[in-house]
């Protein structure tokens, strides 16, 4: 007996335990589920009578995280390697980028400043922007240049 609770709150100081996703979240308006069926993990967004669902081989568990009790984060590493990085917002917006095109620093994401753009005022200030991603289809303009961290 002794042994299980060592070993339980090994694992619990460790911060494995705390790390598990749930299988169900909830954001606002936003729900959120995941299952494991075999090798495929499914993953569902539901927002009022709106569904998405995504399936994909994965690393672990989506990893959900919510936005000041509105806006709904979810990232997913696949099996291979790469991930992605999407954010749904009450007024319908979603962004979605690969992971390699957004940084988290400390408990903040950056993500291009050509997002900035399609953020909801409201929730412009939630993340910090950066201007690595400068392309002749999106150019960043002289003006959005002071908006990034670098």
Known sequence: MRA???VLIATLASGHALAQTPDTFACGSFKAESRR???LTRWTIARG???TTE???LRGAPRFE???NAALVVEVTFAAGTGTFAVYFPDGTELTYGRQQIDHRGNRYVLPIQAKARIAPAFQAAFDY???MDMPLSPISP???ADCLF
């Open 4 to 6: 299980i609770a060592g």
């Open 37 to 39: 069926d075999g090798q």
């Open 49 to 51: 009578p709106e569904k």
């Open 55 to 57: 399936q994909g081989q």
């Open 66 to 68: 919510c936005l000041d």
């Open 130 to 132: 950066h201007c690595k």
């Open 143 to 145: 003006g959005s240049r």
